[in-house]
């Protein structure tokens, strides 16, 4: 670098590691300055620009709109037209506090729109977790409700659910069987024929729907329980557990369910877990080797005693 360039203007925004693979440097530039231009023209105030997220100040309040989905769902598109779907996700971002307000008070009507959505432990959330209705289903995620209205996702806060005088445990029951169902799609592979495989695909909501097997397996229970991957909001995998070749048919899936997590919207988690008795356990991993990012993925301890007791 020559002496003079230490005094020329920086250009462009780096491309986050986040991101590498699935857009390149110039389309994550593309985003953000068009991301940029949408808030200015709405007179929306920009405090702070950072890697894949921008925070803007409304009615006095911060708000931090993270890019990762959208750049994630702009990587698919193959039309060209994405400064109209960038657009279009801000469009849904505006606030309507009125009409929440309503639902908060008249709980018989916003019962309709209570839904579940998944998060995984690196989901970077705004405030503190505790200060909203959450709780773990699945280990090392965490399960939110939410408002669905508007085409946008109001995360509900304890004290503004007070009105509403139903416990967490009633408001979740409510909020998983208000899960659209009709906007899943469900296939069954016969995968060498020795694996069954069932997929669900939506939008938004299949690692939710996926919540309904805790009280109700049967369709997709094996003899040994059942195999569960929700790698996205909108990619989960059940696999009824009838031997103990499992570990075989994770090695199989394991390269997709990577492709969904990395480029898809709405990554979750890329652990296993295991369904039996109602309740979710994980698939433990450890290191292959030291200082090596490759994971072994081991059997939970409960169902390595089914195997043993088995035989």
Known sequence: MGFF??????????????????VTRDEYNFVMNTAIQYHEENGIIITKIDEGEIVTE??????????????????GNKDGNWRNIIYEHFNKLKYNSSA?????????????????????ENFIFPDKIDNYISRIDFPKT????????????????????LEW?????????????????????????????????????????SASYILNFKKDPNYIKGKFGTLISIPTKGTALACPIENENIL?????????????????????????YWLYNNEFDIF???????????????????????????N
Do not use: C, W
């Open 142 to 161: 965490n399960t939110f409700l939410i408002l669905e209205f508007e085409g946008k996702f109001h995360y509900i806060r304890k004290e503004e659910s």
């Open 5 to 22: 360039d230490i005094f020329k203007k920086k250009t462009g925004y780096n491309l986050p590691e986040m991101y590498k693979g699935i």
């Open 165 to 205: 005088h139903q416990t967490e445990e009633e408001l979740f029951e409510i909020a998983i069987s208000n899960i659209p169902t009709n906007e899943i799609e469900t296939k069954i592979y016969d995968l060498h024929s020795k694996f069954k495989i069932y997929t669900f695909f939506s939008g938004d909501f």
């Open 284 to 310: 433990p991993t450890e290191k292959a080797k030291e200082n090596s990012d490759e994971i072994t993925i081991k059997l939970p301890e409960k169902l390595l005693d089914l195997f043993v007791n088995e």
């Open 100 to 120: 929440l307000d309503y639902l908060y008070k008249d709980f018989s009507y916003a019962s309709q729109f209570l839904r579940v959505l998944i998060k995984g």
């Open 58 to 75: 409304i009615n006095g309040e911060i708000e931090h709109r993270y890019l990762d989905n959208l750049v994630r769902t702009l990587s």
């Open 248 to 272: 075989e048919l994770i090695e199989i899936i394991n390269p997709n369910n990577e492709k969904f997590y990395h480029k898809d919207p709405g990554n979750i988690t890329l652990n296993y």
